[in-house]
């Protein structure tokens, strides 16, 4: 079970803003807008520079790719800062990655440590007027250490934490409030998050499966990753289940979604062409995906 704070309601709220959120400002959206919601694509250079800080609207982003001893653990840690906001802002919309998220939110009153389920649809975020946030998106499977919960128990929920690891919650906060800059924050989490991750037993075969759904840009059939996995097929689904969230099959959907994403934010607005591509049965099948995932299909031609 996730060690909840006493008195805590766990409640429904999809991604939070590590997604690069996007404003809902109308109702209508082209294709291409689609990708604003998202941070970034897989497959990331481990040598990518660190992106400036960027502005939109009230709040302040800025993300910091982890230390080459974590980036198999933590895929980046981000900053979202509201304290330029003094009234209630738009919510965000956010969509699956197959992540899940810690994040620390850091307010003039009271501080909170929050996980960030599985998401298996679209949904909105709302930020807090002057709270600043720092997230921290995990691997695929790398729960283990940090939360002491099945990842498909916390598919889609948002639930506050008193503990990460052995470390409690408040005193956490404490040593995030106390440094100095982003990266002094870091720093702080990549102790904890490295002290409480390298004793934990790997789950080698999902660790396999996993790598190959993302080689395949999620067009692998289950099958497949049964023999990469070198288990049997209720054994891979049941880990794969546990560790991420998701079975195999339902994350090679959310892993093919973002690869469709990715490839419209590069300009491939030609979407039967797309759905060819990444292996979608036509046109068709891609706008499904796309109403399961985001909540809602492709915007008229």
């Not at 766990?10 to 807008?33: E, H, K, M, Q």
Request: hydrophobic share 45%; with cysteine; proline share 4%.
């Amino acid at each position: 079970m996730v060690r909840l704070r006493a008195g805590v309601a766990p409640s429904f709220v999809a991604r939070p803003c590590a997604l690069r959120l996007r404003r809902n400002t109308r109702a209508g959206f082209a294709a291409a807008d689609m990708l604003l919601a998202l941070a970034s694509a897989k497959g990331h250079s481990a040598t990518a520079p660190q992106r400036e800080p960027e502005q939109q609207g009230p709040h302040m982003f800025r993300e910091v790719r982890p230390s080459p001893p974590l980036r198999g653990v933590v895929d980046r840690f981000w900053q979202c800062d509201d304290a330029l906001a003094f009234t209630s802002v738009d919510p965000f919309e956010v969509l699956p990655d197959g992540c899940v998220e810690v994040v620390f939110a850091m307010g003039e009153s009271r501080g909170q440590v929050l996980v960030f389920g599985t998401a298996t649809k679209g949904g909105f975020f709302s930020t807090q007027p002057g709270t600043v946030y720092l997230g921290m998106r995990l691997r695929p499977a790398r729960l283990s250490g940090l939360i002491d919960a099945r990842a498909d128990s916390l598919n889609d929920r948002r639930d506050e934490l008193d503990h990460l690891g052995e470390l409690r919650a408040d005193d956490l906060l404490a040593q995030l409030h106390e440094a100095a800059s982003v990266e002094a924050q870091v720093a702080v989490l990549e102790q904890h998050v490295h002290q409480a991750w390298r004793a934990q037993a790997r789950l080698a075969g999902v660790d396999r499966a996993v790598a190959a759904v993302h080689r395949h840009a999620g067009d692998i059939r289950v099958e497949q990753l049964v023999e990469h996995a070198g288990l049997s097929r209720r054994q891979l689904e049941r880990q794969f289940r546990d560790a991420v969230g998701l079975t195999p099959k339902q994350f090679c959907r959310v892993v093919r979604f973002q690869h469709a994403l990715a490839r419209l934010r590069d300009g491939h607005l030609n979407r039967a062409a797309l759905a060819a591509e990444l292996g979608f049965t036509d046109q068709s099948h891609l706008r499904r995906d796309f109403m399961a995932l985001a909540n809602r299909a492709f915007a008229a031609e």
